[in-house]
């Protein structure tokens, strides 16, 4: 009786891996299979673990300089002219509300303050 020794090197080599797919894998007490889908490499198995953390902490930031630049406080707003009568003396008895969002910009080194005006509420009833 003659045994034949295969090495894992004469095995055929796939191009894709699937979820449902198997990998083998060798501890200290036996052999074993693993899913590919319950694979996990863990940030502290990488060598760019430093890299996603820096990039973590700079999205942080990020999204707290739109929020706090582009996303409007309501105590922000202020009433804006009566858009139907053209009243800008009175916002306050317009019968259609209006409000005016202030933007700061920068615009060669003066910071000046631009206003948008927002409207589109229900009529006020008086």
């Not at 902490?57 to 139907?84: H, Q, R, W, Y």
Request: charged share 15%; glycine share 6%.
């Amino acid at each position: 009786m003659s045994s034949t020794e295969i090495s894992i090197k004469q095995l055929p080599q796939v191009t894709e891996i699937n979820n449902n797919d198997l990998l083998l894998v060798q501890t200290t007490n036996a052999t074993n299979t693993l899913k590919f889908e319950n694979f996990v490499v863990g940030l502290e198995n990488t060598t760019f673990a430093t890299t996603i953390s820096a990039n973590a902490t700079d999205i942080d930031s990020v999204s707290s300089i739109i929020s706090d630049t582009f996303f409007v406080k309501e105590d922000t707003l202020a009433d804006g002219p009566n858009l139907l009568t053209g009243d800008t003396t009175s916002p306050t008895n317009s019968s259609f509300d209006s409000d005016v969002l202030p933007i700061n910009i920068m615009q060669g080194g003066v910071l000046k303050t631009f206003y948008f005006l927002l409207s589109g509420g229900q009529p006020v009833v008086t």
